[in-house]
């Protein structure tokens, strides 16, 4: 079945760029999402790129992916204190069925 | 205003009873789903439906039933609630398009003693 990985944790100074990596297994994938969640939240839909795009650029966030090496990245410039959250990668296949990493949460230190 | 509703927010209650979590959007989208959030912030996809199909995940009891009085809602009703029950419960909706981007709910946490 699909999976979808993600690292548990990352930490970085308010001000530097925080880059959130994510694998998929699933090849069918046709478009892969990463959200927000904030503590006792929802989830927010953050940006999301379609499986034959490279790059998506929207305002602090750049989303890569490579579809060869099914890998997801998620890059926030200048992180801010109120960015910090849980993100998680989800991968959506044709039965529109969103599969989710485990979701990283991200720590920014003033 | 809220695009994706459920109610309520909070949900305690004792092993063997039977509740329901309601959901409603009014994005008038035409699929709606159920996640459950474990305690270690797992998602995982329990059902997805819109008014021509039911998708159930597999690995859900049977305990677990939506029911959808009208497009707008997609209620949850759990019956003989079990301690491994606790979790958040995310519905979720979107419409079928290019990009089926799912919105997300606030979530319901369920706590069963």
């Known amino acids: 079945g699909e999976d979808v990985e993600q690292s548990l944790f990352l930490s970085v100074r308010e001000g530097d760029s925080s880059v959130i990596n994510c694998t998929y297994t699933?090849?069918?994938?046709?478009?892969l999402y990463w959200y927000k969640q904030e503590p006792g939240a929802g989830l927010q839909l953050l940006t999301y790129i379609f499986s034959n795009m490279d790059m998506k650029q929207d305002q602090r966030l750049t989303v890569l992916l490579n579809k060869k090496d099914k890998h997801l990245s998620l890059r926030i410039a200048d992180t801010q204190t109120g960015d910090s959250a849980i993100y998680f990668c989800?991968?959506?296949?044709?039965?529109?069925?969103?599969?989710f990493g485990g979701g990283t949460r991200l720590m920014v230190k003033p | 205003d809220t695009a994706v509703s459920q109610t309520p927010k909070y949900l305690v209650t004792q092993m063997g009873n039977d509740k329901s979590i309601k959901c409603e959007q009014n994005l008038g989208h035409d699929t709606m789903y159920w996640y459950k959030q474990d305690s270690k912030k797992f998602l995982k996809i329990m059902f997805s439906?819109?008014?021509?199909?039911?998708?159930i995940n597999e690995t859900v009891p049977n305990r677990f039933s939506p029911k959808s009085p009208d497009k707008a809602h997609l209620n949850l009703h759990i019956n003989s609630l079990e301690l491994g029950d606790s979790a958040v419960y995310f519905c979720?909706?979107?419409?079928?398009?290019?990009?089926?981007?799912?919105?997300f709910g606030p979530g319901t946490r369920l706590t069963v003693l």
């Open positions: 979720a909706s979107s419409q079928v398009s290019d990009t089926d981007t799912q919105y």
């Open positions: 989800a991968e959506g296949n044709a039965g529109n069925m969103l599969t």
């Open positions: 439906y819109n008014n021509k199909e039911l998708i």
């Open positions: 699933d090849s069918s994938s046709t478009y």
